[in-house]
């Protein structure tokens, strides 16, 4: 995507009033155009296959299609989904990440916070809110880290540990090539490395795995 081009976003919250203040927070920014906004899951797989966002910003619980379907319904599609979310972080969370969501976001974000989401989610970062990490990480590490995965960790080598370590700070490709000195499509390689060895679909949950959190179901059966 280039710099001067802005960046695309669906916001889909039952609350109107809630998608209102998102979509003048986001619009302020200069940055960022709110292409369409969705009252529930069915309305946001409308919006996104109709307008091909960047990013989509999904609440969960909704009525009628609730986000967790509509996140089954968009997996196969080129989008960035964060999950709205407040303090009550439910089992939602592991089945998201599942889903292949690429962040968590509380709806009280500040502006700062949530420009700079967004534009990481559209060039390929991972989004993990400090204040939901807290929250998450001790609810989570309680399903412990299987062997296999902690073996897959200890199997990575230098650059590419290097590599995790940037993409669990939640930082894009191009972020991560200027800090190692790689260039972008090097380290774009070795972020599908990574992920292929850890055996996770994406980059949210390899960052919960180098906090020790297993979150993949099938490591729970």
Do not use: C, W
């Not at 974000?109 to 420009?115: E, G, H, R, S, Y």
């Not at 499509?185 to 180098?210: C, D, I, M, W």
């Amino acid at each position: 995507m280039a710099a001067d081009t802005p960046i695309r976003v669906v916001l889909a919250d039952d609350e109107a009033l809630l998608r209102h203040g998102l979509r003048v927070l986001l619009t302020a920014s200069g940055r960022i155009d709110v292409v369409a906004e969705a009252g529930d899951g069915a309305a946001a797989v409308a919006a996104v296959r109709e307008h091909r966002p960047d990013v989509l910003l999904l609440d969960v619980q909704m009525p009628g299609t609730d986000g967790l379907a509509a996140l089954r319904e968009l997996a196969h599609l080129p989008v960035a989904v964060a999950i709205l979310t407040t303090f009550d972080l439910d089992d939602y969370v592991s089945r998201a990440l599942e889903l292949g969501a690429a962040g968590f976001l509380l709806k009280d974000a500040d502006p700062d916070t949530l420009i700079r989401a967004v534009t990481d989610l559209a060039a390929g970062g991972a989004v993990l809110d400090p204040r939901i990490t807290a929250r998450l990480l001790p609810r989570l590490r309680g399903a412990g880290l299987s062997l296999r995965r902690a073996q897959a960790i200890d199997s990575l080598s230098v650059r590419e540990r290097q590599v995790l370590d940037q993409m669990a700070d939640g930082r894009a490709n191009a972020a991560i090539a200027q800090l190692l000195g790689l260039t972008e499509a090097t380290v774009k390689s070795y972020v599908s490395q990574v992920l292929t060895k850890l055996g996770v679909h994406n980059r949210v949950q390899a960052a919960l795995l180098v906090h020790g959190v297993d979150v993949l179901a099938e490591d729970r059966r």
